[in-house]
């Protein structure tokens, strides 16, 4: 996916040397292997520095909320996808939004690549021909990509841009035969007290950051629930009482709206696979409103709608 690093620049010097827009939020090259940052071009020259590889995976929806300018936004298929709930529930117009529209290949899991450096560090990482090559001090590493992508890359069924005002690159088949919620069905399947132990002990090492809150781009509220005084909903502490309940809340809060992006796990530093809240809810809403989030800005969001033949057993 490098190759679509020169579409980009050239994209984002076009658009602002036109005036066509007054910012392109994109990334550039992190200062150490698997690490882009995000970053803001306001001038032709600063388009230079944008950059794509497989370590793009922060959700960049997240930088566009309540803006006012003209933003140019660099977007892979789950991107796009926030981007529609973003215009759906009207944190930004539409037509202040033009979208640099990547087709996507899945990326990188820097914890996977790490176990297999096994402590070596890495001082350059390239990709090429579906695999990547990890250079540094005493290792050189030849990695298949596809067995290094993050667990929700993995199983993406939408790897284009559902909205786009210009690909940077060809569209890119997608995945048809995987199983999206298999894991989801084994925690189903469990009986009521292993389930409960399952979740307790999923979120046993949680420090309560918020690192996956602030990485969500569907988490926009100008004041969390768990920040609020009056009332406070929940404690502040890593009481495991307190801790259950900003999960479960957040993930309710999620519900129809989750694109399953994965900055969420991306972004912890704990490595709680906090997917398996927000999935079991992806996974509920599909199967009764027959909704995925973000695919259309012509369908309100399942929560955001009613419909005579929803399904109504809940009133019982």
């Not at 402590?119 to 290094?148: F, I, M």
């Not at 210009?166 to 035969?177: M, R, S």
């Not at 469990?190 to 690192?211: H, K, N």
Request: proline share 4%; charged share 30%; aromatic share 8%.
């Amino acid at each position: 996916m490098q190759a679509y690093t020169q579409k980009i620049r050239e994209a984002a010097r076009r658009l602002l040397s036109e005036k066509k827009v007054d910012v392109v939020i994109g990334f550039r090259k992190g200062t150490i292997p698997f690490m882009n940052e995000p970053f803001l071009a306001r001038n032709a020259e600063q388009a230079a520095q944008l950059y794509w590889d497989g370590n793009c995976g922060i959700n960049l929806a997240n930088y566009v909320t309540k803006r006012t300018d003209r933003v140019a936004v660099v977007a892979k298929g789950c991107d796009t996808r926030n981007l529609v709930t973003h215009i759906l529930e009207n944190q930004i117009p539409r037509e202040n939004l033009y979208i640099l529209g990547v087709p996507c290949k899945g990326m990188l899991d820097k914890r996977r690549i790490a176990a297999e450096l096994n402590g070596r560090e890495a001082n350059d990482v390239e990709e090429s021909d579906g695999k990547v090559l990890v250079k540094g001090r005493g290792v050189e590493l030849t990695l298949d990509r596809g067995e290094y992508l993050q667990d929700n890359c993995s199983i993406c069924i939408h790897r284009n841009p559902v909205l786009y005002d210009e690909l940077v690159g060809e569209l890119v088949e997608e995945q048809t035969n995987v199983d999206r919620y298999a894991d989801v069905r084994r925690v189903e399947a469990m009986d009521p007290g292993e389930r409960w132990q399952y979740f307790e002990d999923l979120i046993s090492t949680c420090v309560r950051c918020y690192a996956c809150r602030n990485a969500c781009p569907a988490c926009y509220c100008p004041t969390c629930f768990v920040d609020e005084s009056r009332p406070q909903w929940v404690g502040k502490t890593i009481d495991p009482t307190d801790t259950r309940t900003f999960h479960f809340l957040r993930a309710y809060h999620l519900a129809g709206r989750c694109t399953d992006c994965g900055s969420c796990e991306r972004a912890c530093p704990m490595g709680i696979k906090v997917r398996q809240f927000t999935k079991k809810l992806e996974k509920d809403v599909k199967e009764l409103f027959g909704y995925e989030a973000g695919l259309s800005l012509d369908q309100r969001p399942a929560l955001d709608a009613f419909q005579p033949d929803d399904p109504q057993a809940f009133i019982k």
